[in-house]
């Protein structure tokens, strides 16, 4: 008799565990839902932020974010500091958060790196001949020309960060590309400064222009002029950047 009436209560256990772990698999209670939802804010908020849908230096309200996206406000702290640490958002103790506004120094410091890196991959790959990645970079001036012809600014500005990864990848230097990765993961708002750029009159044209000259000279396999002509790009670039972003903080190029 006891026996019988305990098998029913482990039994009754045994299902509430089952049914504890059935609803945190199906997504309907427990971390892996909240997983979801951070990893959907995140995503979005990223998205916006870089796009520049989102002004650098706009306040952000958990309150709100947490209505907009239908969620409680535990995943979208927590979204909200995985951003800071892309680096997209600044969170304030006591003040609030916001949208980051890269200062002037931050900016001149990742241009000097890329005009260092990128040259250096200019003329890496102008040794190399007719690899792979010569074919990738002329389609991707092809796009890149029609683009731009039809003023698509959101598809330009990722055929440039295209251009720009294949020169990477075409100077078969594993330690230069990584540090070039290390570099574009610490700052995430690269994507954003871009689109800021191309917004200045005729960048985008003269931009595609740049792109191609360097081409001609790595295929000409003149790797002084390729780095030399593709680092007064990314100087140009960052002239464009500085000259049409609204940034507080001192002007250090």
């Known amino acids: 008799m006891n026996r019988a009436k ?12 089952s049914e504890s772990r059935s ?5 309907s209670t427990g971390e892996p839902k909240n997983g979801s939802m951070q990893a959907r804010v995140i995503a979005d908020m990223r ?40 680096g997209l958002v600044e969170i304030r103790p006591r003040v609030g958060t916001f949208v980051s506004t890269p200062s002037r120094r931050e900016i001149t410091e990742l ?22 990645e010569i074919d990738l970079l002329e389609r991707n001036l092809r796009e890149a020309d029609e683009a731009v012809a039809r003023d698509d600014r959101e598809r330009y500005a990722e055929l440039v960060q295209e251009f720009h990864d294949l020169l ?50 790595i295929l000409e396999k003149d790797g002084d002029s390729a780095e030399q002509v593709m680092r007064e790009h990314v100087r140009a670039s960052r002239r464009a950047l500085l000259a049409g972003l609204p940034i507080g903080g001192p002007h250090t190029s």
């Open 111 to 132: 241009f000097e790196m890329k005009e260092l890196i990128e040259g250096a991959a200019a003329r890496l790959l102008a040794r190399r001949g007719r690899v792979a």
């Open 6 to 17: 305990s098998e029913p209560k482990g039994d009754s256990k045994g299902d509430s565990k």
């Open 168 to 217: 990477i990848a075409g100077a078969d230097n594993s330690k230069l590309e990584a540090h070039y990765r290390m570099l574009m993961n610490q700052l995430a708002y690269y994507s954003r400064l871009v689109h800021t750029s191309l917004s200045r009159p005729g960048r985008a044209l003269q931009s595609d222009r740049e792109h191609h000259v360097v081409l001609e000279l």
């Open 47 to 86: 998205r916006r932020i870089i796009k520049g849908d989102i002004e650098p230096g706009a306040p952000l309200s958990e309150l709100a974010l947490a209505e907009e996206f239908g969620v409680s406000r535990t995943p979208v702290r927590e979204a909200l500091k995985q951003l800071q640490t892309e």
């Open 23 to 27: 609803d945190s698999k199906d997504g």
